[in-house]
């Protein structure tokens, strides 16, 4: 059974930072693309960053220099550093298989092998 498991949001201030972790099982984890996404209540989902199986890495443009997406093929993890938090960042983050399509912007689309997951919440306080 393919699961992906989230961690590591909590209560912080503006300008505080936070570090998650998607722990992946049940799938080849080297061969696929993994990313971040979040949903505020009453909003859509968005994908937030991406990081393929080349370790390039892509952002929205709203996160790019505060964010850091990374993975450790060893530990079938993937994590999100978080830096320089504002209120806008507050919700829901999980994390899924992604695919960037880059036009005039850039967007990140999940691709779920499953289920979402329970996610891990993230909320930035003012």
């Known amino acids: 059974e393919v699961q992906l498991v989230e961690s590591g949001g909590g209560l912080v201030q503006a300008g505080g930072s936070l570090r998650l972790s998607c722990a992946v099982s049940?799938?080849?984890?080297?061969?696929?693309?993994i990313g971040w996404f979040r949903q505020a209540p009453g909003k859509e989902r968005e994908g937030v960053s991406c990081?393929?199986?080349?370790?390039?890495?892509d952002y929205i443009d709203s996160v790019k220099g505060r964010f850091t997406i990374s993975r450790d093929n060893a530990e079938n993890t993937a994590y999100l550093q978080m830096d320089n938090l504002k209120p806008e960042d507050t919700g829901v983050y999980y994390c899924?298989?992604?695919?960037?399509?880059?036009?005039?912007?850039?967007?990140?689309?999940?691709?779920?092998?499953?289920?979402w997951g329970q996610g891990t919440q993230v909320t930035v306080s003012s």
């Open positions: 899924a298989e992604c695919r960037v399509i880059v036009t005039t912007t850039t967007r990140i689309n999940p691709i779920p092998l499953g289920s």
């Open positions: 049940g799938f080849s984890f080297d061969d696929h693309a």
């Open positions: 990081i393929l199986s080349s370790d390039v890495t």
